[in-house]
């Protein structure tokens, strides 16, 4: 069974629903569990952080930044960091933002640096944009680095728009079927041990 830890902070519930998004797609991989994690309650799930096969990150773009509480988690990680516990999990991210740009890149670049320092191996959202892909709303934003999505400063009820949230299972999906690809390099990493 592959594990993988979506953790994030979601201020107004846009975050959430791309979260849960993320672990539907996960978890419709065979032998894949997803737990969700939000970062208010990470000091009671340090150790399943650590025993995942990956960590999909996700915060809403504030100011073209990750959100204060998210910068949290992220200098809290910095024990694990210290002892390498996270060394060559898979880690990917996703960011919400009200406008069309919002500097959501910041985000994922800043999610990607995280991944680096804990030399995790990033996964990028492998889907041309929008209808490059054959669908105009999966990855309608057109990004490669990780999955995005607007909101519109509309409800979580009502938005992010169904692509988004498509965008986002997908990120979840190829996050898991990676998971699966990377237990047979390690299974093969150890035998030369």
Known sequence: MKKI???YHSGFGHTKKLAQA????????KETEANLIPVEEVDQHWDALNESDAIIFGS?????SVSAPFKEFM???????????????????????????????????QLATLAAQHSMIWVSLG??????NGDPSLNRIGSFLGAMAQSDDDG?????????????EHLGRRVAILAQQNLASKQLEASYN
Do not use: C, H, I
Not at 22 to 29: W, Y
Not at 156 to 168: K, M, R, S
């Open 60 to 64: 809403p773009t504030y100011m073209g």
């Open 127 to 132: 889907l041309l944009p929008g209808a490059r």
């Open 22 to 29: 993320v672990a539907r797609g996960a978890e419709s991989v």
């Open 5 to 7: 830890a979506v953790v």
């Open 75 to 109: 200098d809290k990680s910095g024990k694990v960091w210290f002892e390498q516990k996270w060394k060559d999990k898979l880690a990917a991210g996703f960011t919400n933002s009200g406008s069309m740009s919002g500097d959501k890149f910041n985000v994922l670049v």
């Open 156 to 168: 979580p009820e009502v938005t992010p728009p169904q692509g988004d949230l498509l965008t986002a």
